[in-house]
């Protein structure tokens, strides 16, 4: 839990049990802290200071989830599948992967969705169900290590804080984990980072199988998220010889992408563009100015995250939190510079950087390139 104001914090919280997931679907939008001038910082006392900075420190850790064009994309295909498989009957219901690198915001996209369909639901349909059982129309679960088909079946029993989440076989498991579901009215089952089920030459069967049970037998939305399902064989025809499950498990479930931002065409830097200056409004820095991301960084930060929005964030977090420490008080390359970014995003820096400056590419759009 954040030490504010008793907000969880998403990012501390695995949520992968009800009640944690229930705090953070019903926890208000952090307060945005005021913008105050260097005279207004001057002026505040030594304790007022140091609580502001607190606030600014906590601010600046947790700044979204923005409304990108890739995360409003995602929750409209999400809202359009989820609300057309809530047809009565056993009629299957269609499953989605989520398919993307690390860092392109999978995670945070597919919780903020859940959290307002968790609302939704209870706001329509009440806490509890008709039998008296509290509705759970969200049951997630973040896989870990190296997960087997029992694991996950344990998982599941886990987010419920069921009895008998420790003993059994996977069938057990499974049935427990079933019942859960149908008493509790869960709509939509999520299984993040799914890349850490054990899929292996053999095993990748018995996976999709598994993944095919439960989206045959559970009256729910699949809802899977990871890295490289599809090169998995989640969704290949039947590559392996004489095995229909794979198959099956491809032809009923819609995959869903996340992309990085792109600086190749006018629209991918509009849209750069706009997530800077989103960005911008809720940096909390007494000298920040209209284009000091949008404008003046903007080359500078494509580069540095290769439109990775993680990676983006991570920056901008880091840069934030040095500004507050060394009175700074604004973003620019000189410190910038001295902040740390992940590997993969360092790598690709050097090529990209070469190619802004010797402007054959350039990251701002062409209309208003001013603030
Ligand atoms: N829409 C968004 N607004 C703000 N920050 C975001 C957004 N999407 C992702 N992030 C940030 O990027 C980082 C990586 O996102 P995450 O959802 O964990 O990616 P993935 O699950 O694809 O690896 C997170 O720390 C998160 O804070
Ligand atoms: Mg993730």
Not at 97 to 113: C, E, M, N, R
Not at 319 to 346: F, H, T
Request: hydrophobic share 35%.
């Amino acid at each position: 839990m954040s030490p504010v104001a008793g907000l969880p914090n998403p990012g501390n919280l695995a949520l992968s049990q009800k009640e944690d997931f229930k705090a953070f679907a019903d926890a208000p939008r952090r307060q945005h802290p005021e913008v105050l001038t260097r005279k207004q910082l001057k002026e505040l006392g030594t304790q007022a200071r140091a609580e502001y900075d607190r606030s600014r420190r906590e601010w600046h850790a947790n700044l979204g989830p923005i409304k990108t064009p890739q995360l409003i994309e995602l929750h409209e295909d999400l809202w359009d599948i989820t609300d057309s498989n809530l047809q009565d009957g056993d009629k299957a219901k269609g499953a989605v992967a989520v398919d993307a690198f690390p860092g392109l915001g999978k995670t945070t996209s597919v919780l903020a969705f859940l959290r307002e369909f968790h609302r939704r639901e209870i706001a329509e349909k009440g806490e509890f169900t008709d039998q008296g059982h509290e509705r759970w129309p969200v049951c997630r679960v973040g896989l870990t290590g190296n997960t087997g088909m029992k694991d996950l079946n344990r998982s599941m029993l886990e987010f419920f804080e069921h009895p008998g989440r420790s003993r059994g076989t996977t069938v057990q498991l499974g049935r427990r984990a079933l019942d859960c579901m149908l008493s509790c009215e869960v709509r939509v089952l999520a299984l993040d980072d799914l890349h850490f089920l054990k899929w292996g030459k053999t095993s990748g069967i018995e996976v999709s199988n598994h993944l095919k049970w439960i989206a045959n037998e559970f009256p729910v939305t699949l809802l899977m998220v990871g890295v490289g399902l599809a090169d998995k064989g989640l969704f290949s025809e039947g590559s392996a010889a004489g095995d229909t499950a794979l198959a099956q498990t491809g032809r009923r479930t819609t995959r869903l992408d996340m992309r990085p931002f792109t600086i190749t065409n006018e629209m991918g830097r509009r849209e750069w563009k706009q997530m800077l200056l989103a960005l911008e409004q809720r940096i909390v820095l007494a000298d920040k100015h209209p284009g000091m991301l949008a404008n003046d960084l903007s080359d500078y930060l494509f580069s540095r995250s290769t439109g990775h929005i993680g990676s983006l964030m991570t920056l901008i977090n880091r840069g934030c939190q040095r500004a507050v420490r060394s009175g700074s008080e604004c973003l620019d390359k000189d410190l910038l510079d001295r902040v740390k970014n992940d590997e993969a995003s360092e790598n690709a820096r050097r090529e990209l950087e070469a190619a802004l400056e010797s402007r054959r590419l350039t990251s701002r759009p062409r209309s208003r390139l001013s603030a």
